[in-house]
């Protein structure tokens, strides 16, 4: 499964608005999709707000990021 999500942060490490999804391979089994989508989500929020220093924050803010997420399942390669 792979889900690559778009969005930018503030100077201060918060989200500017709310993230984008611009690709997503979630497979054909809608609990499982929906858990990883959650697992995603959530581990977003616990990192948020980022803890930039002034010049790094000053650096990233308002530019896009757009992050990949990946997940294989058990048993597979």
């Known amino acids: 499964m ?3 999500l778009q ?3 503030r100077r201060n490490g918060t989200l500017i608005g ?3 999804a611009t690709y997503s391979d979630l497979g054909d089994d809608q609990q499982l999709s929906r858990a990883f989508m959650a697992s995603i989500l959530k581990a977003l929020d616990e990192a ?3 803890p930039f220093s002034d010049s790094m924050g000053g ?3 308002g530019r896009m990021l ?3 997420f990946t997940a294989a399942l058990e048993g597979t390669s």
């Open 66 to 68: 757009v992050p990949r």
């Open 59 to 61: 650096a990233i803010a």
């Open 48 to 50: 948020l707000p980022l």
């Open 7 to 9: 969005f930018s942060l």
């Open 18 to 20: 709310k993230p984008r």
């Open 2 to 4: 792979s889900v690559t």
